[in-house]
């Protein structure tokens, strides 16, 4: 099995995604919500991709949402105050 962006995907992933699909479908026929969080380039994009293509692939409906692009990169968010979230700092900074 392979992803589009991950490209070979070993077994025990690929079962991993099963189990975690099997789990999900087995809350009921409405409406779920699923988080997948994690620190940054732990493969949370990779994971919901895979997951919403098993799930996919097993009947249900699959919208994705994804907030990559939600944060500024960090060369840029390191630049703030991290109290207010205004103004990049200064040099010395302040």
Known sequence: MATALSGPVSPERTALVKKVADRILALGDG?????ID??????????GHELAEQISRMGRPVLRASLDDFKKPWRDRHLYDRRSGIGPRSPNGR
Request: charged share 20%; net charge positive.
């Open 31 to 35: 409406r779920l919500r699923v988080g």
């Open 38 to 47: 994690g620190p940054t380039a732990s493969g949370k994009t990779s994971f």
